[in-house]
Each structure stands twice: as structure tokens, then as C-alpha cells.
């Protein structure tokens, strides 16, 4: 039963959200990995998001370029946290993705996290910090790899 | 049984649109105005997007502001075609919006239209342009309203 | 008679608009491309639309970067629906072509959709949605690849 | 005991702050609020990140504008989840704020959410559904709030 | 004969261009002041431009905003030099009209001056600059403007 | 005696501004290239633009990336036309040098075309276009060319 | 004789500025304010900034909206430190002003502040800095200022 | 004991700082390099900052990129004047970093220089011409370079 559930919209996001799964791997957290596209799969990714919870998930994670609704989709749908990964764009840098993923309306926040690879990674040690609050294992890894930050 | 569905993620969006009900109206077209939100109603919205066409909706006018999910929302829920209008925010002055709405990702079009209160006005026009395809009176509506702006 | 006219600036806006061409032909959509400069040729431009729906076009599609006045000038000269496909440029990545198409006065709306590559597929399929609400054959052809999509 | 801390850099954004408090209250989450300026009271902000686990805040929500360090200057001292809430500047819009808080580098992330007004409310939202992912109570009035808002 | 034509895009342009008009008079410089839409009315834009140069006009001064079409679609249909200013717009400040009138594609030039109100007084400087090289008394008079700059 | 003085920073502005000089051959318009910097060598700026009337030059051309000053720079020591051209930066994609170049304060405007190659290229049909105001055997080779580009 | 100059290229600059002198007063640093505009009068400007540094001044700092030229102006003439101050300009919000000082090429630079009002502030407080670092008593007082602010 | 700290945020970042090392060598200024990350080590980079100036340290510069802290950050703990260096960013080439570096609230500056490679340089002849300001030899040795500049 994964503890994080991690959603792209297409395939060609795999590569940059890899180090996503293994900073999770890294704390002991475990994930699971889906490919739902918000507007061409509508239907499934709802399924996903309103059966989330019950299957134990606790914070998704959901990256994607361009208009990119696919972490306000999920949100619409779960009162689950969800973390958002704004991917770059080929012709307008990410700026799209980011302005669409953070500006969500009141009462429909998604957390979002820094531009492409570097959000990636940001998006599993934000999951790391919010699952640590009740997992003591999940506490110590992380604060344990902060100590190893602090020494450079 | 109008013929375009104006919805609009809340009713503070209202004023900016009621220019868009006036033009539909000045050339005959049918209209009713809904408030959707995307994300705080999402089974509301889809049910709306998925009745749309049997109902004889022929075009959806979505206006929304900041990560504009509307018209994208709409548009993955019905295969009608989807005109998006981004309203201005108070801080970002609408290029959020602007993302938000027209970098949808292939195969899930929204006919996006100038930031604010002018298209507000002109997803009515285009709107009018999309139905004179198939309505003649609609069509020689649309030539009166061009002849006259010629005219100056 | 073509349904569909496909109009770029240049022959370089060629090889990313193949694509378009592509999707149209996928949904039996027949379509013409021309290569008009708004600026270099402008008297052949008008020619063009001015013509475009005796000739039985319904929808143009233009395609242009920088500033990217085709879209809105074939706009001033037919009252058929135009779509705009902003193109990227190579210092501002396309953010100067969007602007340039969408930012339509009140009246003369540009149905603008993504920038470059994703734009210029989702011209076609937009373009398909439009002759979808009057051709049977497309309306089918159109649903069942958005079936295909949802499936995933 | 306060669940969350609300932290801003001048006491001149307490007026845009005043609703993520509200919110929070309406949820039943105990908060409390701090003016520390990141830059000019470096000491202050230091210890009261240092402090804040063993004092029983399990999220920190800070709000800052231009070179808005304060919830990353949290985040680098306290390994708890801190949301940040890019508040608007006059020249810049809030763009500036919100590249400041959301750009993170690995290792050390940020909750951004909206700008301004939009942003001190998901704040608080967000708050609530990493609190209950733990907390029953929260939980079941952060679902009530939901099933509230999908009614309309 | 007037020397230079000043176009704008709508009456609603003519507080802002009022300036240009009262700079040209400083310099002895005549001028004649038209609103022609670029798009809603593009045959009268047309004969204007193609009549400009054997009416004796010497230089074209053209404002706009949004998508601002105007001084480069009379650059298409002359070959005398097109002054652009660009008019600020209430939701994006000036950047798309900025955008829309100094990014022509080669071969087709507008001289494009500061956004807004600088801009009105500065088309009429540039226009003096350039008439100036054949006209002795204006450049007289160009020079006498300058030698009181200078003096400060 | 040279009609056109094209003016640039740096020596690895070449290779982009070697276009212009070309275009003003082809027109029959005689120039001469000049590197200074604006900032590293203004008295040689100076001197260069002070100089240039006496010598015969009618329009300058600049080119300029960053803080692009040498346009305007110009502009302050002459009262010839100056054109700006506002060359790519790596980073920042030739926004900075596009506004550095436009913005200019009333009194002092820059003529500004577009950034990078389809700019150095710019400056010189507007050069031409100018010159043509005066020059017979110009306006004659200007209109043939825009002849020849109406034919496609 | 003044330890600090500070210019702005207009009159209209003054009330924004006038904290910049209220700050350096705070300090004990002597100033002199000028209005020398970089581009209406440049010799003005170029004999200020030469003549600097015999005149006992050991900063400049200089104010400058939309293609803010002031600053690196005065930093061609002069190898004392200049520090520039980007004035908001009213349609790009001094986005503009930002890019023009801060983008100094190489051998240049302009010690860059913030945006419009803390810049005018800011550009005291680093003179401050910079002549604390050779004048004990500036420094003495600019430490009790610090040490006042960490106390909130 | 050296003049000038430059700090970092990381490894990867010496590439690009390497040039500034350079320049302060060509004047004869000492100086050390130190990566400290403000955010992952923020005891360290605190350590540093609060001991600089009885180590001898006069200027302090700091290069970062994305969310950049560090040059801030420095600023918070030491009353030596502080140069930032915005290093680009992949997705959003700068802007991110120069916004998150110039915009700091009043009371604590930072003197930010050009973006990436230029800044690199810039922020060694702005640390030279403060250094300069108390340093014979410095002076010297900068007016020497600013002569040779002055030749081309």
C-alpha cells in the first residue's frame, strides 16, 4: 500500500521525475507511479484521485508542462495534499507551467515546487517533510539526511 | 435550447462577462449563463461539459482567472468546441490566466481569445463566426455587424 | 474544395506545420496550404481570404512568429473563423508571437491556440471540432480518437 | 499549543494574512502569529524555526514579498513543511515574490500556493489537509468544507 | 500637403497621441491625424497607406494596443518609413503592444518608440529627426529644441 | 563619403550586424562599421557621433545586448537619426537589450526594429527607407525590391 | 564637501529619492543632489562625473526610469562605485528601468538595488556600507542601525 | 588575510565564478573562495558571514541561482557590503535569481551586478572600485585597466 502516489500526465515525463521515486526510495517511503493525462483521460484520472485516499495514498505528487492542470485536477478532486512539479516547456521555459500549476483559486491550494528537475526532487522531500509528521521512521531519515546537508 | 453555453468559474466574473451575452444576443444567438467552479464543483462541471452537446449546445464560452482550468476542463470533458477567455488577476494582470488557458497539450484544443473585456466580447464574436458556418441568418447577422464596422 | 486553408508566412513555418496537415487528413478534412507573407505581400493575402469561402474554406488556419500579423490580417479581410498558431521565434520563445494573435480588438477575434508544435496540431483539431458541428462524418471520426485518448 | 505559525516579514502584511488565520480557525487548528524579518532580525527568525517542532508546530506558513527569503530562510533551519505566500509588490506585481519563494534549490523545498490575497487563504487550506492527514477532527471538518464548496 | 500622417487605431487613442500632434506643430511640421482600425476597417487603412507618399506625406505615425497591427500593416502597403507606438493596454501594460509592433519579420520595418505617452512625443521627435535631413527649417528648429535640452 | 554609420559594441557583434551592411549595398547606400562601447570608450563614442553629421552621415545604426546603452548614447551626442538594434543575450533572450533600447525618455527617441538577425537586417530597409525620402536612385532600388517581395 | 552625489536624470524623481538623502543624513554622510538627464544633457553629465572624485565624492548613486541610462552613463565617465536605483515607470512597472542598469557588460558594472521606493532606500543604506568601510564613525552608526532593526 | 569572500551556493557554480577570481588577481586583491549553501547550510554560512569582517574581509560577494538566498542571506549576518551574482537558470535563464538577489527590503541591501558571466566579472571591478576607494594600489591598478579600456 503506497504511501505516495505519483501522477504525470504523458510518458516523456519519466525521465526528469525519476529522481522523484528515488529520493522517496531513499526515505523509506513507498510510491507509486501513474500516467493520466488530465484532459485526455478525464475519466481515469478521476478514478485515481477520488480512490486515493482509501487506498492509503497521502500526499500526491503530480508534475506537468504547459497548461498545466493536471495537479488542480487531482486537487478538485481528493482533500488529499497535492504537491505540484511545473515541468519546462520547449518555448516558454516553464513560466506556463508554473503560473498554471501555483495560482490555483481559494480553497483549492496545490503546493508547488521549484521549476522542472530540481522540482522533481523538491516535490519528494516536501512529501518526506509532511509524511515525517506521523511516521517516525520517515522523521528520522529525513532529519538524519539534513545533518548530512548541514555538514556540506 | 440555446445554442452556446457561457460558463464562468464564479459569479465575480459576472460584469467583465455580461458584454459577451449582449454581442450573442445583437446576432440572434441563444445563450444561458452557468457558474462552475473547476476545481471547488468538478462533478458539476463535468456533468454540465458531458450533457452540453445533447442539449444542442453548439459552443462553450468558459471565462476564468489565474490557473484558468475552466475552458480546459471543459474541453476534456465534451468534444464540442471550448472558446477560453483569461481574465485578469490583480497581481499577474492576466498572463497567468493566458497560460493557463491556451497552452493545452495536443489534441485538446481551447480557442483562446484576448485577455479581459475584450474577449469577453470577442468569444461572442468568434462564437457567431463558428455558427454563420451553419446558420444562415446568423451568417448575414455577422456580415451586417463587419459591413458596418468597415464603414467606420 | 478544400475545407481547410492552411496559411503560413514563410516556407520555413513549413516542417512544424506539417503536423497540422497530418491531423487534419486523419479526420478526412480536406485542406490546402499556401505560404502568404502579411507584410511582403499583402495584396495577395487579401486576395486569398477575401476569396477563402466562395472557394468553400470554412476554417483558416495561420501560422507566424514575432509579429505575427497574419492570423489577424486574413481575420480583417474573411468573416470565416481564423485560427492562430504562435510560432516560436528564437530570442523570445514565442511569447511575442502569442500576444501578437491573441490580443485581438473587440470584434476581430483569432481563436489562438498553443505555441509551436502543440499548436500546431491542436489548429487541426480544433478545426475538426468546428466542421464536426455540421459534417457527420468528421463529428465520428473526431469522437472515436477522443475515445482512443481517453482509453489511454 | 499552536498546530501552525504563521510568520510575516513586516506587520504591514497583516491585513492580507488576516484571512489565513480565519481560516484556519474554521477548521479548528490553533495557530499563532510572528513578524520576523528574515533579513533584519536574522537571530529572531533562527530561533523561532529552531524551536518550533519541540513547541508542537507541525506546519510553518510564511508570507513575504520582493526578495521574499523568509519561508526558505524557515525551511533551511527547521526540517517541519513551510508553506510559503508570495505576497504582491507594487512595481513587480508579485512575480519577483513568487520566483524568490517557489525556485528552491534540491533538498530544501517550499509549499508555494497563489499570490497574495488568493495565496493567505490556500495557505491555510493546504494546512488543513497535511493536518489531517492526522488529526480526525480537522479531517472531517476539512471534508465538510469540500462537500460545502461542491454544492456551490 | 500635410509632412507626416498620425493613424491610430481608435478615437479612444487621441488624449494619449494629442502630445504628438502638439510636438510636430513645435518643429513647423504639418500633419494630418486619421483613425483607421487595421482590422475592422482594412480597405480603408489599405487606400490610405497606398495614397500616403503622392499626397506628400513623408513619414507615418501609428499608434496601437493589444495585438497592434496598425503600423505594420501600413508598412505593408507603403514604402515610406512607419513610425509604431505602442499603447499601453489595461491588463498587460504595453509589453503585447510592445511585442506586436517591433518584432517585423525582415524587409519590414517599424521604427518602434518608447510604450505610451513617452512614445507619443518621441514619434514626433524621430519623425522631426528624419525630416530634418532634407528640410533646413525643421532642422533648424529640431537643432534650437536640442540646444535648450542641453541647457537643461 | 558614407551615408549610414553602423555602430556596435563589441567586435562579436559582427558576424549577426555583417547582414545590415549587406542590405545597404543592395540598395546602393554607401557605410562605414564602427566598434566602440558606449561604456568602455565613451569619448571615443562621443567623438564618433558629434563628428558624424559633418561627415555626411545621415542615419546611425546601433546594435547593442544587455544594458544596451550605445543606441541612445548616440542618440544624446547627435541629432541624426539613430536606429537601435537589440542584440540576443544569453541569458536573458534580448529582453533586457529590447528595453534598454525602446524605453527612451521624451525628447530622445530610438528608432527600434527587432532583436537580433531579423533587427541588424531591419535597420538597414529602414535606413533605406529614410535615405529614400531624399535620394532618387534609393527609393527607386527600395521599391523595386518591395516589388519583387509582393511577387513572393 | 560632499561624501555622496546623488543624481537623478529628472525633477519628477525627487520625491521618491528624498528618503535616499533622509537615510544618509541618519548617517552622518554628507550628499549633494543633481538633475542631469544622461540624454538631454550629456556634457552636464559627463562633467559632473568626471570631475567626481576630485571633488571629494567617494559614491554615486543615481535614479533612472524606463531605458535608465543615468547610472551606467555616469560609470563610463567615472571609476568611483556607482550604485543605480531602477525608478518604476508606469506601463512595465520598472521591469525596464531594472534591465537597463543591472545588465552592464563586462569592466562596467552598476551596483544594482531594488525596484522604485526600497531602492531609493537601499542605495543609501549600501553607500553606508561602502563608506563604513574606511570611516569609523559612518560605521558606528550604521552597526547601532543594524543592531536596532535585529531587535525589531 | 583576503580582501574579498566569494561565496557560493555550490560546486557547480565555480565554472562561472572562476573569471572573477581572476579579475580581483589582476588588481592585486586577495581573496578566498568558500561554497556554502545558504539553505542546506545555514549554520555554516552564518559562521562565515558573522566572522568576516575581523577576519579582514572588506567585500563579501555571493553568486546563486534560482531562489537565490545566499547573497541575502549574507547580508542578514554582516554589515559589509554585499555583491550578488544571479547565475542563470535552465528553465527560466536568470530572472528567477536577479529578482530573488536585487529586490530586498529596504535596510539591507544587496549590490547586484549583470546575470551570469558578466556579473562573474562585474562583481570583481565593482568589489575593486570599493576597495579602491582606501587602497592606493588598487586605485591604481583600476585606473590603469579603465585607460586601456578607454583605447579599445
Redesign the interface.
Known sequence: MPQVGIVM??RSDEPVMAACGEVLESFGISYEIR??????????T?DYAVSARERGI?VLIAAAG??A?LP??L???T???V?GVPL???????????????????????????????GA???A??AA??I???DERV?AA??A??AK????
Do not use: C, F
Not at 500516467?35 to 481515469?44: F, I
Not at 516547456?89 to 522542472?116: C, F, K, N
Open positions: 500526465g504523458s500516467v493520466h493525462s488530465a484532459h485526455r483521460a478525464p475519466e481515469k478521476r497521502q504547459g497548461a492542470h488542480g485536477v486537487a478538485s478532486w482533500s488529499l495534499p504537491i519546462a516547456t520547449s518555448e516558454l521555459g516553464g513560466i506556463d507551467s508554473l503560473y498554471s500549476i501555483v495560482q490555483m483559486p481559494p480553497g483549492m491550494p496545490v503546493a508547488t515546487v521549484s521549476v522542472g528537475a530540481w526532487r523538491n516535490a522531500y516536501l517533510q509532511i515525517a509528521l506521523q522523521r529525513y532529519d539526511y539534513r546537508l548541514a555538514e556540506g
